[in-house]
Structure formats: structure tokens, C-alpha cells
């Protein structure tokens, strides 16, 4: 089993920043990938941002420019660096991992950190 403890979300004023952190524990060989999406109430959960081993990094177009997802490989910890945020970008953020454990290949979620982006 892996878990995930998300942090750093919160209260922004429009424009301002904020970095979310993820680290993932349990019995992890290595990452494949680390992500970040992200729901808003009513609406469908959306990819933010991912950083896939050996490969590289997509974005939601809606964010290019502006987030940038890194990760610390010795932490098991992803980051995502929101700036300029926009109210419309107020939702629960939700970390995602795909990771190799023992035999397996688990895919496994955060809880999700709120972030409101006032006007």
C-alpha cells in the first residue's frame, strides 16, 4: 500500500502563489510518474500537471507558463509551483502516483488539499 500526504494548499489572493507538496511512502521501488489534478465543485477532476520518468512533463494548457511540477527523486515527493493563480483555479487539488511496489504497479491517490483563489 502507498500513502500520500499532500500539503501547502489554502487562501491566495488573486495573482498570488502558492506550492503544493506530495510524498509518497509505503514499500515504493521506484516512481514511474507523479501528478496533480485537480476538481472543482461540479465539474469533472482535470489533469494539472505530470512528470513522468525518463520521459518529461505535461500541462494542462490552461497553465503553461504559469505552474511548473518538479520532484525530489531521494524524497519520493512531488511539488507544484502555482503562480498567478486565477479564482476560476479554486478546487481541490489532488496528488496521483504510479509507482512500483514489490511485483506490482500501483496507482494510488491523495486526499486532496484545498486551494481558494479569492477576487
Known amino acids: 500500500q502507498v500513502q500520500l500526504v499532500e500539503s501547502g494548499g489554502g487562501l491566495v489572493q488573486a495573482g498570488g502563489s502558492l506550492r503544493l507538496s506530495c510524498a509518497a511512502s509505503?514499500?515504493?521501488?521506484?516512481?514511474?510518474?507523479m501528478g496533480w489534478y485537480r476538481q472543482a465543485p461540479g465539474k469533472q477532476r482535470e489533469l494539472v500537471a505530470l512528470v513522468t520518468s525518463g520521459v518529461g512533463t505535461n500541462y494542462a494548457d490552461s497553465v503553461k507558463g504559469r505552474f511548473t511540477i518538479t520532484r525530489d527523486i531521494a524524497k519520493n515527493t512531488v511539488y507544484l509551483q502555482m503562480n498567478s493563480l486565477k479564482p476560476e483555479e479554486t478546487a481541490v487539488y489532488y496528488c496521483n502516483v504510479d509507482v512500483r511496489t514489490g511485483l506490482r504497479r500501483v496507482v494510488s491517490w491523495g486526499q486532496g488539499t484545498q486551494v481558494t483563489v479569492s477576487s
Open positions: 509505503g514499500s515504493i521501488l521506484s516512481i514511474n510518474a
